[in-house]
T-cell receptor, first 115, second 117 residues
C-alpha cells in the first residue's frame, strides 16, 4: 500500500481564518480523496481530486469553503476557509489502492480545532 | 443511495472473549465492495479487508474472521480471543461508483470496541 503523509498533523486556529492541509503520497495515484470526520462521528467524503481536473464535490460541500488543488499525481491540498468552530474535525486524505478496486488507503489525518 | 448501518455503537468485553461487530448495507449496484477499517486512538484509519460482492466465502486472518451473507446484506466481523490492542473504532464501508470509474466509500457510523484487561 502507498505511504501517505499529511501536514500539519494538528492545529488550533481562530475563527475566520483559513488552513491549508497537505497530503503527500510516495507513489503516483490517479484519485485522491478528502474526508471529514467530525468529533465522535463517521467519515464523510468532501471531494474527489483527479490530477489535472477540477475536484468533484459531494452534496453539502462547496469549492468556496473547501478549495482543493491537485497539481500532480503525488500531492494534493485541501483548504478549510473562513473557519468556524463547526469545522473542528479530523480531515483525512486517501488514495486508490492500485489493483484493488475500491480500496482506499488513508493518511494519518489532520486534527483541527477552531476556537 | 448506498447505506451502511452499524447498529452497535459501543461494545465492551473482557479480554479473551470473542466479539462480533455487525454491519448491514443497502445498495442497488450488482457489483460492489465491502470493507472493514480499524481506527485506533491515534486516529489513523487502517484497512483490514475488502470483499467483492461475488465472493461470499468467509475469510479468516489470524484472530479475525468475516462473514459475508448477500441474502441478508450483512458483512459481520468477528474477533476471536480479543486483546486489549483490539480496542478501537471499527468502520464498515461500502463502495459506490462515482466519476471516471472511481469508487468512493460510504461508511457506517462505527462501533467503538473496548477490550478490558
Amino acid at each position: 500500500s502507498a505511504v501517505i503523509s499529511q501536514k500539519p498533523s494538528r492545529d488550533i486556529c481562530q475563527r475566520g481564518t483559513s488552513l491549508t492541509i497537505q497530503c503527500q503520497v510516495d507513489s503516483q495515484v490517479t484519485m485522491m480523496f478528502w474526508y471529514r470526520q467530525q468529533p465522535g462521528q463517521s467519515l464523510t467524503l468532501i471531494a474527489t481530486a483527479n490530477q489535472g481536473s477540477e475536484a468533484t464535490y459531494e452534496s453539502g460541500f462547496v469549492i468556496d469553503k473547501f478549495p482543493i488543488s491537485r497539481p500532480n499525481l503525488t500531492f494534493s491540498t485541501l483548504t478549510v476557509s473562513n473557519m468556524s468552530p463547526e469545522d473542528s474535525s479530523i480531515y483525512l486524505c486517501s488514495v486508490d489502492g492500485t489493483g484493488r478496486i475500491g480500496t482506499q488507503y488513508f493518511g494519518p489525518g489532520t486534527r483541527l480545532l477552531v476556537l | 443511495a448506498q447505506k451502511v448501518t452499524q447498529a452497535q455503537t459501543e461494545i465492551s468485553v473482557v479480554e479473551k472473549e470473542d466479539v462480533t461487530l455487525d454491519c448491514v448495507y443497502e445498495t442497488r449496484d450488482t457489483t460492489y465492495y465491502l470493507f472493514w477499517y480499524k481506527q485506533p486512538p491515534s486516529g489513523e484509519l487502517v484497512f483490514l479487508i475488502r470483499r467483492n460482492s461475488f465472493d461470499e466465502q468467509n475469510e479468516i486472518s489470524g484472530r479475525y474472521s468475516w462473514n459475508f451473507q448477500k441474502s441478508t446484506s450483512s458483512f459481520n466481523f468477528t474477533i476471536t480471543a480479543s486483546q486489549v490492542v483490539d480496542s478501537a473504532v471499527y468502520f464498515c464501508a461500502l463502495s459506490e461508483k462515482i466519476i471516471q470509474g472511481a469508487q468512493k466509500l460510504v461508511f457506517g457510523q462505527g462501533t467503538r470496541l473496548t477490550i478490558n484487561p
